[in-house]
């Protein structure tokens, strides 16, 4: 599987929601999400769009998930540790989720990367009301 995530906020911390579009390994549509998730930061917004895609995919095979927060990316492949209090629970329930797929693998894209722009509508559409 094939996955991009974004998350945001207006206001940092502000309103905030998370964007998922979801291809298969011959980068065909499968899915979409998108979800207003109440106050939070840019940082939480991320983690949580992660979250979403690893519980709204039911293969247990091997996923690739691309995130525009390098942050985010590089705390969840062991490169940087989690200093922020919030953002601990919401790790370790990232490496929970982990462990009913057989590989996750999570890559650093920029914003400009085209499935990124997509989970990115989705995350402003959601802020929208839309």
């Given at each position: 599987?094939?996955v991009?995530?974004?998350?945001?906020?207006r206001?940092n911390?502000?309103?905030?929601?998370?964007?998922?579009?979801?291809?298969?390994?011959?980068?065909?549509?499968?899915?979409?999400?998108?979800?207003?998730?109440?106050?939070?930061?840019n940082?939480?917004a991320?983690?949580?769009a992660?979250i979403?895609?690893?519980e709204?995919?039911?293969?247990?095979?091997?996923?690739?998930?691309?995130?525009?927060?390098?942050?985010?990316?590089?705390?969840?492949?062991?490169?940087?540790?989690?200093?922020?209090d919030?953002?601990?629970?919401?790790?370790?329930?990232?490496?929970?989720?982990e462990k009913?797929?057989?590989?996750?693998?999570?890559?650093?894209?920029?914003?400009?990367?085209?499935?990124?722009v997509?989970?990115?509508?989705?995350?402003?559409?959601?802020?929208?009301?839309?």
């Open positions: 599987m094939i991009y995530t974004d998350g945001g906020s206001g911390p502000g309103q905030a929601a998370i964007g998922v579009v979801i291809f298969d390994d011959n980068g065909n549509f499968l899915t979409n999400y998108k979800e207003r998730i109440g106050k939070g930061t940082n939480q991320e983690y949580k992660v979403k895609a690893l709204l995919l039911d293969d247990s095979g091997v996923v690739n998930v691309f995130s525009d927060s390098q942050l985010v990316v590089r705390q969840l492949n062991g490169v940087y540790k989690v200093k922020k919030e953002l601990k629970p919401l790790f370790a329930k990232v490496k929970v989720l009913s797929f057989k590989s996750v693998v999570y890559n650093h894209v920029p914003r400009s990367n085209k499935g990124i997509l989970a990115d509508r989705l995350v402003n559409a959601a802020l929208d009301g839309l």
